[in-house]
């Protein structure tokens, strides 16, 4: 809610994305992984399934990947 995303857009970018990104490993060995939404990008833990970071997709990014699809 802080930063603008709407829980429709998290609902959306987590059961339609636009783009799921692989899920990466970080220096201490954290798992995460980034969904892409038309509104909303998500990044979540694979292996507890807790939302870790939320941010709006921005206008171009979306058009991009809806143009890809």
Known sequence: MERGVKPSAILDALKKPLKTGSIVTDQ???QSQRFIGQFGEVVVNPQTGKILSV???SSSKAA??????
């Open 64 to 69: 991009k990947l809806l143009n890809k699809i």
């Open 55 to 57: 941010n709006p997709t």
């Open 28 to 30: 201490l060995g954290r």
